[in-house]
């Protein structure tokens, strides 16, 4: 859009007073980001109006990305910078004597997720607005984001997230559009006069489903997508009905608060309520919108594709399913056809305890009409199946089974497309975790590699490298990111590969000033900066990085002479609050970063920096700051991984096991621009199949690693007694299941590499050019294209280069 600065600072000094009634000069940075935020959404109120009309109109075929999470970090200025006035609006609040990164970091961050799932989802939301793409988020206004976590003696304390506290400018109330979604109750099949069985329900509790959309701003294109998140309140009550307390409380309930679990499906009915509740309120929508333009349902597959982003809400399938058959009097067969033909579904991980299942019991007793519907999903599906597959697999694979409800199943057998999002993450979904069904629906098979919002994890979060870009490459870069790989013709310019170096350390300048500010801990900008950021658990290793940390520690202690490259090994981790082991190592992590920090023979020889409360906001302060990517996983157990490619975009060069989308930077860097150790997927596979891993052994033939071991119950680091216990027993007693102790050696090794490489100071620069060069193509924006000619077979404005 056009804006010039005068008027700008016109419309802004107007805003603050009509909403305040106050001067410019009187208000708080918070009072500035409403009345800015309520503008900006006032200058794009055309584009967002005429959007959703050119979509009706055109009668494009529209996509609706269902997701229990969304993290799409703070939206200032990346609405600022989609819409073309990023710099008019810095300049003018600079007129007007306003900090603008102040109004900025006023804004909370909504925490509607716990880490990679969510924050994809909201890369794909920027993604497909940006294509022009007709793409709309479903999900959920939870009151209370992800918890906020603090260390109180270095153990994790996690503290409500109050996002909603001061209201949220970005959102649009839409009581007109809102939906009653059922639970409970009975429900009995009566027949009609013409033979149709109809449901009648008795003794329902009702949820009024109350739609808060958010404007999803494309990249310099006018167009404005919608992000629908559902808020659960009490139904009006035409009959003045009397709700209890213990009624409201159940309904507030719902959207109140997010799960902080990732990687256990605990089972909670609680959860399997807000599954049902964005769900049920989605397809209502979805369906009552398309009814507006279209008589009949057939065309229904082509005009509409619903997406299952992991399994939460798988239950979209059997509620379309109800839609049809008991509101729209569709014969099963057309409704399983026009069902399937709109569903496709994305598998996030393949560790089997967050595979989601339910118990029947529970399941009928909340959703007893949608459970008769699964029911007859499952015998259906059984007697198709029987006669070509046998009782065994098809009792392996069936919706319900072992007294559960088996969502991932459900999930494949309801969607015509099923998919990983990395190479190695679908072959092994095809070989392991879904294997008899890919035996099944072989063509519903494919993969799609994760992607990065580069718009804001390249263009906002690291503003001087990318006018460093610009300088060299144009800015065609920035509408279509595979041009960046144009920028390797600099890799022997001298000048150029400094200017990279200059703005690393600006960088790393802006970090420390905050790691100073909010922890007290002065950090230098000559160390490497070792970042491993993502949540904690078992499987992502941190505890190898904390190895390292201490075989450093050690070292130096023993060779206090010897010359040593500076490190500052940075954290960012939050740990579910039920994952007893995952905060025994925040513990120990904390504990080590006392020691290491306060001893004088370290001095700033190393620094250890565990940042509290990681988010997508901290991410962006983090990840241009960084030299190394730790990605770290046991091979074949992460699915993806989307930080490796924000730290690659950001110039910092992996440390990292061949996992998930590792495969696929190194490869597109090329392996002598990153560093990678460990064992395979095979490898660990074969030891599975084999039962022949002893932890032990490595421990036993490496002297080094016992002394590290050690340390974790001799007292060294001190205030960990419990925990050094624990971990020492994960690890020993019980044979370390991620592997950590076979991995060591080379990943030590490695990582003594590093810092002889980092003194060739030129290679480095050329190095970590190679990977800003290679990272275009992990950008959402082709990701979502695939996804969007692939799977939805949905058009798109934008033509990428
Ligand atoms: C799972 C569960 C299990 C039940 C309890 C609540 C809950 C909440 C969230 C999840 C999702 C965990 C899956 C996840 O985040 N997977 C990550 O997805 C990223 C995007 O595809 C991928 O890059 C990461 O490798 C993968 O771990």
Redesign the pocket.
């Known amino acids: 859009m056009k804006l010039d600065e005068k008027k700008f600072t016109k419309d802004f000094v107007s805003e603050v007073k009509a909403t305040y009634a106050i001067d410019v000069k009187d208000s708080s940075p918070l009072e500035q980001l409403m009345a800015l935020g309520n503008l900006i959404k006032r200058y794009d109120s055309s584009n967002w109006k005429n959007t959703s009309k050119k979509y009706r109109q055109k009668d494009d075929k529209q996509v609706y990305y269902f997701s229990?999470?969304f993290l799409p970090g703070r939206l200032l200025k990346s609405n600022l910078l989609n819409l073309g006035i990023l710099d008019t609006v810095r300049a003018g609040l600079s007129e007007l004597g306003l900090d603008f990164e102040k109004i900025c970091r006023s804004e909370p961050d909504p925490g509607l997720g716990?880490?990679?799932?969510?924050?994809?989802a909201a890369c794909y939301m920027d993604s497909m607005a940006s294509l022009g793409m007709a793409g709309n988020g479903n999900g959920i206004r939870y009151r209370y984001g992800l918890f906020k976590q603090v260390f109180m003696n270095g153990y994790q304390v996690e503290l409500p997230d109050d996002w909603l506290r001061n209201g949220n400018v970005w959102e649009i109330r839409r009581e007109n559009r809102a939906c009653v979604v059922r639970f409970g109750g009975h429900v009995w099949l009566q027949p009609q006069a013409d033979g149709h069985l109809r449901p009648v329900y008795d003794h329902t509790d009702d949820v009024l489903a109350v739609p808060y959309d958010v404007g999803i701003v494309g990249y310099h294109n006018g167009v404005t997508n919608t992000m629908r998140l559902w808020s659960a309140e009490l139904p009006p009550s035409a009959d003045q009905t009397f709700y209890s307390q213990a009624q409201r409380d159940r309904i507030d309930q719902i959207t109140e608060v997010l799960?902080p679990?990732?990687?256990?499906?605990?089972g909670r009915s609680l959860?399997l309520r807000q599954e049902y509740f964005f769900s049920s309120a989605g397809v209502q929508s979805i369906v009552r919108h398309y009814l507006l333009d279209h008589s009949t349902l057939k065309e229904f597959p082509r005009k509409v594709a619903i997406h299952i982003n992991?399994t939460?809400p798988t239950l979209v399938i059997p509620e379309l399913m109800r839609i049809l058959l008991d509101e729209c009097d569709c014969p099963w067969e057309k409704a399983w056809q026009i069902t399937t033909a709109t569903m496709s579904y994305?598998n996030?991980?393949i560790m089997q305890e967050?595979l989601?299942t339910w118990p029947i019991d529970m399941f009928k007793g909340l959703l007893p009409r949608i459970y008769q519907i699964v029911q007859e999903i499952d015998r259906r599906y059984r007697q198709e199946k029987l006669p070509i597959f046998g009782e065994n697999t098809v009792d392996k694979t069936a919706p319900l089974g072992n007294g559960q409800v088996r969502m991932a199943y459900l999930a494949v057998i309801g969607s015509h497309s099923v998919n990983g999002?990395a190479p190695l993450h679908t072959e092994l979904l095809k070989k392991d975790v879904l294997m008899d069904l890919y035996r099944i629906y072989p063509e519903r098979f494919n993969n799609k590699t994760?992607g990065i919002a580069d718009r804001r994890w390249l263009q906002l979060a690291n503003d001087p490298l990318s006018k460093l870009i610009d300088s060299k490459i144009g800015k065609d870069w920035r509408s279509n990111p595979k041009q960046i790989q144009t920028l390797s013709a600099f890799e022997n310019d001298d000048k150029f590969l400094q200017d990279l170096e200059k703005v690393k350390i600006e960088n790393k300048k802006n970090l420390s000033k905050y790691v100073k500010d909010e922890l007290g801990i002065t950090i230098g900008t000559d160390a490497i900066y070792d970042v491993q950021i993502k949540r904690l658990h078992a499987y992502k290793r941190q505890l190898l990085h904390v190895f390292e940390i201490i075989r450093e520690y050690l070292d130096i202690k023993d060779h206090p002479q010897k010359k040593v490259i500076p490190r500052v090994h940075i954290f960012g981790a939050k740990a579910a609050p039920s994952y007893h082991y995952a905060k025994s190592v925040i513990k120990l992590i904390n504990a080590l970063a006392d020691l290491v920090n306060s001893d004088k023979d370290i001095g700033n020889k190393i620094k250890v920096v565990f940042i509290p409360n990681y988010g997508v906001s901290l991410g962006e302060l983090i990840i241009p700051a960084a030299d190394i990517s730790e990605q770290i996983s046991t091979a074949s157990k992460?699915?993806?991984?989307?930080s490796n490619m924000k730290l690659m975009t950001n110039g910092a060069l992996s440390l990292a096991t061949m996992d998930?989308?590792n495969i696929d930077i190194v490869r597109a860097a090329g392996k002598e621009n990153e560093y990678t150790f460990g064992l395979t997927a095979d490898d660990v596979y074969g030891y599975y199949r084999r039962g022949d891993y002893h932890s032990s052994d490595f421990a036993n033939k490496n002297p080094e690693l016992q002394r590290i071991l050690n340390t974790l119950i001799d007292g060294t680091i001190p205030g960990i007694s419990t925990e050094g216990h624990e971990i020492y027993d994960s690890l020993i007693r019980y044979n370390d299941e991620y592997f950590v102790l076979a991995d060591y050696a080379e990943y030590v090794q490695k990582q003594k590499q590093i810092s002889q490489d980092f003194t060739n100071r030129k290679q480095w620069e050329q190095r970590s050019l190679a990977n800003i060069a290679a990272s275009g193509t992990f950008s959402a924006d082709y990701a979502v294209a695939r996804y969007g000619e692939d799977i939805w077979q949905v058009p798109y404005d934008r033509i990428l280069k």
């Open positions: 229990i999470e716990n880490g990679g799932l969510g924050r994809l799960y679990d990732d990687s256990n499906a605990a959860r992991d939460h994305t996030h991980t967050a989601e999002v994760n992460e699915a993806s991984g989307t998930g989308a």
